[in-house]
């Protein structure tokens, strides 16, 4: 276009103008300025509807339907748990490859590489608090997003490939989220992994098994080919399969439309894609206006809840040596570790989740029943909340509260002062816990005035005083802590408990740990501690 | 159609919802920017932490192998090892013996190698190996551990006076003469009052090459000198002519007078008799001879 006579035709303004006008309008792939102006104060569109041109324009929207029923788009029906989920998927990628930059998988480097990550990169540990509640949060909503299509129905036919791909995108989180674990190589990774890999060992006949495993670990226990090997699944093999499934699964999405609310048609129909014109809401502006603001929105709660609430572990470099008391598995394996106390590795850890994933995938096929309304499916939905409460239960019995007490003496120093992790007497920190003798025997209110430190001591003798109560191989219990100052800003803390078995011997147990002055220690979930804040700012 | 109960929760105006969106975007914002204001306070105190971390770890590894050769404060053991816990081994030690690099690596450097000899040192145990790249037990950050547990002695150390400095000379080494050196090792208290056998055995050095939780069998013997657990039903056999007792105390005094087969001469420190009253080293032997046949 030559400028000169265009300028000279229409004058310089409007020339500007229609300038301005056109370059918006190809931002917009194919949306004029005045036509925004009309959406955003909610007009109807005109016909033929320019606000469809830029699904066939643009690439991104091309894979978006023009427009929904209208019963769809209500928030209850979908809560737009796929869309968090898609949501969820691109925000791990994004974090994760940030995380990527400072990280090497690499059993030498690995751990360094994460306390280098949390004091020396500015917004690492933020980022990496990001990632980890992304994908917890990812697990949480991809399940729930099954357990919401499971209730309305919305599997039965013609959707059962759908649901089929979306079971296969849930295992692939759960694989995803798992893999990632072992990569701070800490403790609380280490072990988690070794028990998750070491289920695929007691896949039967043994040569399997023992092949899987090896593959999996790349060498009899996880090491550095091992941490390379979950690596390369977390960072590469597991997002290209769900990125692969991710496609087919949409594109069912939009082929088949989403299911209506099942008392909007008639039973045994979809009527998902018949939208008559007065119930359709069109993407553009609507939907598009619902998604965007409801992903910033969600996006908020989890900024604010890692700036505040939530914080990753790092617990000590893992230590093939020493496995710490009460290994769990991460929350959303609870289930199988509860499972795995109670029946044998290969029933429980292989056979029975293998069954799990068969009748998920085999839903739609068992379930011949027509009508998707709640009041036809009495027998689906009671057996699913009955999944569900299994499940919950099962999950409880994964914690470290059911099964695997330890001797009371070790409980009781385990609750206040873990192996690894925070517990009260370090979160409480160095300035709480006095040096002294502080006996079981005594009241508290005699030997501290700290208030900390006197629930502390509290919590020590009724916990004593509640495994005397209830198990008889442990009487007349008692117990000190001794808190001596080793090092300048180093203090020992010595745990002595004594008692009597039921034979009348005198049995007793010494443990002792140490607390630096300035060691912060964290629970995963909770209010985030930000005393160091003031305590920093004093100190200069 | 029937509106649902929950209905309120629909946002239909889009001005409301630009609005909501909007607010949620200025929050995220306001988030960000207060992190990165607390980000360089926060990055000081992980730092500060993970230092903190190190040197827990390193003290609980300290006290599990080491304290029994130097010393459960790091003062060392006369006769078994040098003190850590040092005004002479944070500000001298290094100048004596011409290391060129930080006291730092010089400890990471010993904890994870060792010391190559004790030929003609008077030390009667040699630093053993600890790093893994050395055939030790410790992995390297565990070594680093441990050097920052040492080296966290160094604020105390500093204000030690010559007197309360409890470094002794090597006689391997050439020292820079610091007055107040326990030249000596401490001997009888002035006051003439026995001390207690089981500190003794602690303050001696004893522990450090000694067992005496365990027997002294055919396939348990002690590394560097006969374990003690058995010496109630041992002692009385070894030389012909002397009850357990008899050669217990004499063993402590004149230690080159019998070496069990599989030893060397020379290596437990001969002037026990000039560092315990004889009242001591009786009430010790006999006190070995208790705790023995109590196990």
């Known amino acids: 276009m030559a400028v000169q006579p265009e300028v000279e035709k229409k004058g310089f303004m409007s020339s500007v103008l229609g300038l301005v006008d056109d370059t918006f309008t190809r931002v917009t792939a194919g949306i004029s300025p005045g036509e925004v102006r009309r959406m955003l104060r909610g007009e109807a569109p005109g016909r033929p509807n320019p606000r469809l041109k830029p699904h066939t324009e643009a690439f991104l929207l091309h894979i978006k339907p023009t427009y929904y029923h209208e019963s769809v788009t209500r928030f209850t029906h979908t809560f737009r748990l796929g ?68 209730l309305t129905g919305s599997y039965k036919a013609p959707r059962q490939f759908t649901w089929f791909t979306g079971v296969i995108l849930l295992v692939l989180t759960l694989f995803l989220s798992f893999s990632g674990y072992l990569l701070p190589w800490d403790q609380l990774a280490y072990w988690a992994v070794t028990i998750g890999t070491s289920m695929a ?68 129909q979809d009527t998902a894609n018949r939208i008559p014109a007065d119930r359709r809401v069109y993407f553009l502006p609507d939907v598009l206006m619902d998604e965007t603001v409801f992903i910033i929105g969600f996006s908020a709660i989890m900024v604010l809840a ?7 572990p790092l617990e000590s470099i893992a230590n093939p040596q020493s496995t710490p008391l009460h290994t769990v598995a991460p929350w959303y394996f609870y289930w199988l570790q509860g499972m795995l106390k109670i029946a044998d590795k290969m029933i429980a850890g292989v056979i029975l989740p293998g ?27 009671i057996s699913g909340v009955i999944a569900g409460v299994v499940m919950i239960i099962l999950s409880w019995m994964g914690t470290p509260q059911y099964a695997v007490s330890a001797a009371p003496a070790v409980e009781v120093v385990q609750e206040l002062m873990p192996e690894e992790g925070a517990g009260a007497i370090r979160e409480a920190g160095y300035a709480h816990v006095p040096v002294g003798v502080f006996d079981s025997r005594v009241p508290v209110e005699e030997q501290t005035t700290d208030e900390e430190w006197r629930a502390i001591v509290e919590e020590f ?37 004594h008692w009597v078995d039921s034979e009348g011997v005198e049995e007793n147990f010494k443990r002792f740990f140490f607390l630096h002055e300035d060691s912060l220690y964290w629970e995963q979930y909770g209010l985030k501690d930000f005393r160091w804040l003031t305590e920093t700012q004093e100190g200069e | 159609m029937k509106r649902p109960w929950y209905n309120f929760i629909y946002v239909r105006s889009p001005i409301a919802k630009i609005l909501l969106g909007g607010a949620a975007l200025l929050l995220t914002l306001a988030l960000f920017g207060f992190t990165f204001i607390i980000e360089e306070p926060r990055m000081e105190a992980q730092t500060n932490s993970w230092t903190g971390r190190s040197i827990e770890k390193g003290a609980e590894i300290f006290a599990n192998n080491c304290t029994s050769c130097h010393g459960v404060d790091g003062k060392g053991l006369p006769g078994v090892a040098p003190a850590l816990h040092s005004h002479y081994f944070f500000t001298q030690r290094l100048t004596d013996l011409g290391y060129a690099g930080s006291l730092h690596d010089y400890v990471a450097g010993t904890v994870a190698a060792g010391r190559p000899s004790k030929a003609i040192s ?52 050439k020292t820079t003469d610091i007055s107040g050196t326990m030249a000596l090792p401490p001997s009888a208290p002035a006051d003439g009052e026995a001390r207690a056998p089981q500190d003794l055995f602690t303050v001696m050095g004893c522990q450090g090459c000694h067992n005496l939780e365990q027997d002294q069998t055919a396939d348990n013997r002690g590394a560097i000198a006969p374990n003690l657990g058995n010496l109630d039903t041992e002692a009385g056999n070894m030389v012909a002519g002397q009850d357990a ?38 009430n010790l032997a006999q006190w070995l001879l208790d705790q023995a046949a109590a196990n």
Do not use: C
């Open chain 2, 245 to 282: 007792l008899t050669y217990v105390i004499n063993s402590i005094t004149h230690p080159n007078d019998f070496i069990v087969e599989g030893y060397a001469a020379g290596i437990m420190p001969q002037n026990f008799p000039d560092r315990m009253s004889a009242e001591e080293i009786a």
């Open chain 1, 201 to 268: 060992e007691a896949v039967p006949p043994a040569i399997v098994g023992e092949t899987v495993n090896l593959l999996a670990r790349g060498a009899p226990d996880i090491g550095a080919n091992g941490l390379l090997r979950f690596y390369l699944l977390h960072v590469l093999f597991l997002p290209l399969i769900l990125f692969l499934f991710f496609f087919v699964h949409y594109y069912k999405v939009v082929h088949f439309g989403i299911s209506l609310p099942a008392n909007e048609e008639e039973v045994g």
């Open chain 1, 461 to 497: 003798s009724a916990s004593i005083a509640h495994f005397d109560g209830i198990d008889p191989e442990f009487n007349n219990a008692w117990g000190t802590i001794t808190v001596t100052q080793d090092q300048p800003s180093l203090r020992r803390i010595l745990w002595e408990i």
């Open chain 1, 355 to 381: 069954i799990l994933l068969v009748l998920l995938i085999a839903i739609p096929y068992l379930d011949r029943n027509p009508s998707r309304r709640a009041k036809d499916r009495r027998v689906a939905i």
């Open chain 1, 83 to 150: 869309l968090l989920s898609t949501y969820l998927f691109l925000f791990e990628t994004i974090t994760g490859l940030i995380l990527m930059v400072w990280y090497t998988p690499s059993p030498n480097q690995a751990y360094v590489d994460m306390i280098r990550l949390l004091s020396n990169v500015p917004f690492g540990q933020f980022m990496r608090d990001l990632h980890r509640i992304g994908a917890e949060l990812m697990v949480a909503i991809v399940t729930l997003h099954m357990v919401r299509t499971y």
């Open chain 1, 306 to 312: 890692v700036a505040f609430f939530f914080s990753a």
């Open chain 2, 122 to 173: 008077q030390w009667a145990q040699i630093m053993p190996t600890w790093g893994v790249n050395y055939g030790g037990p410790l992995r390297n950050d565990q070594v680093q551990d441990v050097t920052a547990f040492v080296m966290n002695w160094e604020q105390d150390a500093l204000q030690q006076t010559a007197e309360e400095d409890p470094w002794q000379p090597f006689q391997d080494a």
